[in-house]
């Protein structure tokens, strides 16, 4: 087990140094009042600690993403391993840090406002519809996928609706109150089982000698399923999510000092990583191949869960262990639903003080999601993919272009922000939810689109840097 050893020590050493570079890049300023004191609103905008601020995000971000997404990209062999790693060092956990770091000089602002404002005003209308559109997928993917392992976990003596009515009842009490009364309190408890079950599948996985495969560049998907662009796709928040741009601002809002960004933003990208890495290669020691396949075909990535966590960990840890993946998307889906209320709040300028103004927002989301549950989960998981690759396209460009106004080192998040941008366009291209081309129709396209979304962009900063009157940052202090 070279390779998986190898790669999760690459992960927490990224954390030390190139996640150190990327805050030096950045520029902290420790002296700058957050928006968690200078807004501060007892209901979204609370002063909470590092400790617990970092737990929470990594409860927000992480979903069945890091777990699913790996265990369905296991079947591609090693060469998944390379993309988890290389994947969220260069930019997931890059991604991350600048959202969430952006979102604190800008008020608390989230992706719709800081693309409007750094990539033009058109883009704040087509994000903002894009995100909600993630994140209402994100919600139901993260209600089906926890009530089907429930349903299992309980041998089924409780209805499968009755599951999705009871989370869903969760789910609008999480989105209406005050951060710090529901999510502030449960999430470390909820984190601390979450670790709990990864570093107990790791270690047997270590102290059982597990015969994990070595790194090859072999494509082994058995039904032979492109590497570019479906493992992108597939192995998101493992590696890289735009749906993390549109959680960081609910930590943004939260944060005492900006030096907390590296261990809350990229730290917490890291540790998903590290997830990620232990559920791919428990699957591909367990279940390799053929094998694999047939498992998920039969019960998707849910059975794999119960089997991997049962056969390494027992009866007693093997249930820890999945309460522990059910809490993942459980914290996910709540945030998810809380962001889309933040976010079309944002827009349509309507102030969240008052609970009626909240549920206003928030009732419409819940309606079209449950709606959304009757649909096929691969087909969800898909859209959701295609989606998360360009959010976080976006996303990444936002925080190239900040970096570059200021004449710094735009290129650690430009260069993610192109792959990115190609690996949407060449999913849309190929994929039979998309337009069903042929693979290598689909990669001119996204050449072509790709190479043209650049050249605007760099259009734009030269513009940006010549505009005297543009302000990267926004006084919360000044603040309505």
Not at 278 to 287: G, K, N, Q, T, Y
């Amino acid at each position: 087990m070279i390779t998986f050893l190898l790669a999760i020590v690459l992960l927490i050493a990224a954390y030390f140094t190139y996640g150190k570079l990327i805050e030096k890049i950045f520029g902290v300023k420790e002296q700058r009042e957050t928006p968690a004191y200078s807004m501060k609103d007892g209901v979204d905008y609370i002063p909470m600690g590092t400790n617990r601020n970092s737990l929470i995000q990594l409860l927000n971000i992480a979903g069945v993403g890091p777990i699913f997404g790996p265990i369905m990209g296991a079947l591609y062999g090693p060469v998944a391993f390379i993309w988890i790693v290389v994947g969220c060092i260069f930019a997931g956990a890059v991604h991350d840090y600048l959202t969430g770091m952006i979102s604190i000089r800008n008020r608390g602002a989230h992706l719709p406002q800081l693309a409007g404002k750094f990539l033009g005003r058109p883009m704040r209308h087509i994000v903002n519809f894009v995100a909600v559109l993630l994140l209402l997928l994100v919600g139901t993917v993260f209600v089906t996928a926890p009530a089907g392992l429930i349903f299992d976990l309980i041998g089924g003596w409780m209805g499968l609706s009755v599951i999705i009515g009871i989370i869903f009842v969760y789910y609008i009490f999480a989105t209406l109150l005050p951060v710090d009364k529901i999510i502030g309190r449960i999430y470390p408890i909820l984190g601390a089982l979450l670790l709990i079950s990864a570093v107990g599948i790791g270690v047997m996985l270590i102290t059982t000698g597990a015969p994990i495969p070595e790194l090859t560049l072999q494509n082994m998907h058995p039904g032979g399923e492109a590497i570019f662009p479906i493992l992108m796709i597939t192995i998101a928040c493992g590696a890289i999510s735009g749906f993390h741009a549109t959680q960081s601002p609910i930590i943004s809002r939260t944060t005492q000092n900006e030096r907390n960004g590296r261990k809350i933003f990229y730290g917490m990208m890291i540790v998903e990583g590290i997830i990620a890495m232990i559920w791919a290669a428990a699957a591909m020691s367990l279940f390799y191949g053929t094998d694999l396949a047939a498992l998920i075909d039969s019960g998707g990535a849910g059975l794999v869960v119960s089997e991997v966590a049962f056969t390494l960990l027992g009866a007693v840890g093997g249930t820890l262990a999945v309460l522990g993946v059910i809490v993942l998307p459980i914290t996910s889906g709540d945030t998810a639903f809380r962001s889309a209320r933040m976010i079309i709040a944002d827009y349509i300028k309507l102030p969240q003080i008052k609970i009626a103004s909240r549920l206003w927002v928030a009732l419409p989301l819940f309606v079209v999601s449950f709606i959304l549950t009757n649909m096929d989960f691969t087909i969800l998981w898909r859209y959701f993919g295609v989606t998360n690759a360009a959010i976080s396209a976006i996303a990444l460009f936002v925080g190239a272009m900040y970096l570059g106004i200021q004449y710094k080192n735009h290129w650690v998040a430009t260069v993610p922000a192109i792959f990115m941008t190609m690996v949407a366009i060449t999913f849309i291209a190929s994929a039979p939810i998309g337009f069903g081309l042929p693979m290598t129709v689909s990669y001119v396209i996204a050449g072509l689109g790709t190479a043209a979304l650049t050249g605007l962009f760099a259009w734009k900063m030269r513009l940006n840097r010549g505009e005297k009157e543009f302000s990267l940052d926004e006084d919360a202090s000044k603040a309505a």
